[in-house]
């Protein structure tokens, strides 16, 4: 029905500096005629705009750019936003086509492929150095997720990509809260093995320990044995000497025995 605002009659238009709603408006205004748009106005940190009816919205979901104040600027549909995603872990000389011809089968890129700097406390001399993360905008198709790490070939080697769509996360514990070099869970796992190893050190020190004890226990009872013997031998042989001395000076009656 003609005057109803679909969801599916939405489009998002990259923000750019320096360019109004005004000039927005202007831009869809020459492709669609403005009869046909119903709203416009700011989606999150870009504008959207809506049109009359499916007819209308055909006209602007073929296209992947439009033109605005003399720039080339994205456009999608509502309904399939545009995310970024990030490629972790990419070789610097694996070609951006390759890693768009894969990307495509899982959506459509809407941007360059930039390389992201690398991160750190660097001088004036190293602030060129990229890394080995790239990011792009996609928009996906209804349905279908990016999977975590994708294969891109390259002169007959594999090379697997880690993926990450929308929030930066820790690929430690999949938290959107912080990111892996300030994950506490990878340093608690790291202080539980440190201890762990640190335990079976200790638990080994003190069954050697133990088993020392144990050994000169065994020795101290084993030498308090063979004295204690000794001793009793040593009585034991006093008093027959002592006994035989008195039947030698007055021997016994034994006539009484049986």
Not at 12 to 31: G, Q
């Amino acid at each position: 029905m003609e005057g109803v605002v679909a969801k599916d009659h939405g489009f998002v238009i990259k923000n750019v500096a320096e360019a109004t709603m005004i000039d927005y408006l202007d831009s869809i205004k020459e492709i669609v005629g403005a009869e046909n748009i119903i709203n416009i106005g700011k989606v999150a940190s870009n504008y959207g705009v809506w049109v009359k009816n499916d007819e209308v919205s055909k006209k602007l979901k073929i296209l992947e750019v439009v033109t605005v104040k003399e720039q080339s600027v994205s456009i999608w549909p509502y309904a399939q936003p545009i995310k970024k995603v990030k490629l972790i872990g990419v070789p610097p000389f694996l070609n951006n086509n390759l890693i768009i011809q894969e990307l495509n089968q899982y959506g459509k890129v809407k941007s360059d492929i930039d390389t992201e700097p690398l991160y750190g406390a660097l001088d004036e001399y190293t602030k060129h150095i990229g890394s080995f993360t790239r990011s792009l905008l996609m928009s996906f198709s209804k349905d279908i997720q990016l999977p975590e790490s994708i294969i891109v070939r390259n002169d007959d080697t594999n090379h697997e990509i880690r993926t990450q769509v929308g929030w930066r996360k820790c690929f430690y514990c999949g938290s959107f809260t912080h990111v892996g070099a300030n994950c506490t869970t990878k340093k608690v796992t790291s202080y539980a093995i440190v201890v762990k190893k640190q335990g079976a050190s200790l638990e080994l020190d003190n069954n050697k320990s133990q088993a020392a004890d144990s050994n000169a226990s065994s020795s101290g009872i084993a030498e308090n044995s063979a004295a204690s013997s000794a001793t009793h031998a040593f009585e034991r042989g006093q008093l027959q000497k002592i006994i035989d001395e008195l039947d030698a000076i007055s021997p016994l009656d034994k006539s009484h025995e049986t």
